[in-house]
């Protein structure tokens, strides 16, 4: 069964720093691999995607995502952080060949002025 | 833009009791899902429907009903709720199988059952 894993629960760094979010994944084929983002009392909303092509993908608010097939992994950037990017991070991912959507369970990120 | 209203935006209720959580969508997006969220389990799918009439079973779906009476309107049920339902609840729809596109979600619905 597909899975995806994001091995930190909580991730805090200083404003203006720069920032790695991990995310792997389970499946011997290249999924659709997802970014989302959900600030606090807020729904989740979309940061990037990917599916094939470049494997640096550019998302919103200055994020990108490199995905790598070799190390079955999609990591997310971001080279200087705001106060306002504390929020929590979701990978998910999904093969093309169905419906669903399967959400890590997310990363905290912290950002201390 | 995308909008995906969920109400109530808070819920309590006893075991046992009967709850209903709405949703409705105004983008014309054919797919529709309610999610819960759990710490440390991420979201989880339970119902979705690809349309007025149509419901398909998620991934945690004991101790929930759904029904999609419109285009627009998604509904989840919790006919006898108890404690371990007690979760952050998220609608979302899209307007092509989720597998491939955006997923726009609700505010969410915090629901407690004592």
């Known amino acids: 069964a597909q899975s995806v894993t994001q091995p930190d629960a909580r991730v805090t760094v200083s404003e203006g720093a720069s920032l790695q979010l991990r995310c792997k994944y389970s499946?011997?084929?290249?999924?659709?691999l997802f970014w989302y983002v959900q600030y606090p009392r807020q729904g989740l909303q979309l940061l990037l995607k990917y599916y094939s092509g470049d494997p640096v993908v550019q998302g919103v608010n200055g994020f990108e995502a490199e995905f790598s097939k070799s190390n079955s992994s999609f990591h997310l950037r971001k080279a200087s952080v705001h106060w306002s990017d504390s929020a929590v991070y979701f990978c998910?991912?999904?093969?093309?060949?169905?419906?669903?959507?399967?959400f890590g369970d997310g990363t905290q990120l912290v950002v201390k002025p | 833009e995308a909008a995906v209203t969920q109400s109530p935006r808070n819920k309590v209720t006893v075991t046992g009791g009967n709850v209903t959580l709405s949703c409705r969508q105004t983008?014309?997006?054919?797919?529709m899902y309610w999610y819960r969220q759990d710490t440390g389990h991420g979201l989880r799918l339970i119902h979705y429907s690809y349309g007025a009439g149509n419901l398909q079973i998620g991934d945690v779906p004991d101790g929930y009903k759904a029904t999609r009476t419109t285009q627009e309107d998604f509904f989840l049920l919790l006919e006898l709720a108890s404690p371990s339902q007690t979760s952050l609840y998220f609608c979302?729809?899209?307007?092509?199988?989720?597998?491939?596109?955006?997923?726009?979600f609700g505010a969410g619905t915090r629901l407690s059952v004592l």
């Open positions: 979302a729809s899209s307007d092509a199988p989720g597998g491939q596109n955006t997923l726009y």
């Open positions: 983008n014309s997006h054919n797919y």
């Open positions: 998910a991912v999904s093969m093309n060949n169905n419906n669903r959507i399967f």
């Open positions: 499946y011997s084929a290249t999924p659709y």
